[in-house]
């Protein structure tokens, strides 16, 4: 499969993992054939975004903050018939530069894609890059507008729901892992009532809820933070369908 083969079904997948949360009508739908002329499409103007595939990126508005912006990217990729450069922890530093350019807000949260293996030492490097991201955000409010749209769709995130980078590799997302039979399907929650029904339900604290790591491929694709709640909707011949509930550490 080639590399524009990739992101192309990797677009797929990320219109169906992000529908729930994110506006993704603004994710057109390419044949093989018309995502490899796009992807070959010099990008040196694509601010804030440039670089190889970088044609392929694309932008997505939170369904009930629509002030909040999902970056999708296509980091390093390489030109057609050329092998990928490793992707160092120098990464972090130009991600963190995207940031200062005026086309991103401040709460504005990523998904970096690339198309190397995710080493240890790299993934520790962009666990550092958030930390820091929310160091430098916490002399900063967040906007009046997400505020008053949080208030009306009585949704309550902080700080660290924003701002926050995720680091995947393509191969996470050409075939949709939502769809497999061994993976139940998950979904955060994050209405105020609801997370007062589920733990009501569950007579308990959120601490005492089971734990969903941070590290977890299905909390990024949530962009779980720690503190959220998770609801996994299970199936077994003696209960039927039944819901879940874990607690993101």
């Known amino acids: 499969m080639s590399t524009s083969q990739k992101i192309n079904k990797s677009r797929y997948s990320l219109k169906q993992i992000l529908s729930d949360e994110w506006d993704t009508s603004t994710i057109h739908d390419y044949s093989d054939q018309e995502l490899e002329k796009i992807y070959s499409i010099p990008s040196a103007n694509l601010s804030p975004f440039p670089g190889v595939a970088g044609a392929c990126n694309f932008s997505l508005s939170n369904q009930k903050i629509p002030s909040h912006k999902l970056h999708v990217i296509y980091y390093n990729f390489p030109e057609n018939g050329r092998k990928s450069s490793k992707v160092t922890k120098s990464a972090c530093d130009k991600i963190e530069e995207f ?129 959220d709640l998770c609801e996994i909707t299970r199936t077994s011949d003696k209960s039927g369908t039944y819901p879940f509930y874990r607690v993101c550490r």
């Open 99 to 227: 940031y200062t350019d005026e086309s991103m807000n401040d709460e504005d949260s990523m998904f970096i894609i690339i198309n190397d293996v995710i080493s240890e030492s790299l993934e520790k490097s962009f666990n550092e890059l958030n930390i820091k991201l929310q160091v430098l955000f916490t002399s900063n409010d967040l906007s009046d507008t997400i505020k008053e749209e949080m208030n009306k769709n009585d949704i309550s995130l902080e700080k660290r729901h924003f701002r926050n980078v995720y680091l995947f590799n393509i191969d996470n997302f050409t075939n949709n892992i939502l769809e497999h039979r061994l993976v139940p399907p998950h979904k955060h929650i994050r209405e105020i009532r609801k997370i007062e029904e589920v733990l009501e339900k569950c007579n308990c604290r959120a601490s005492q809820l089971p734990i969903i790591l941070k590290s977890d491929i299905m909390s990024k694709m949530l962009r779980l933070t720690s503190g």
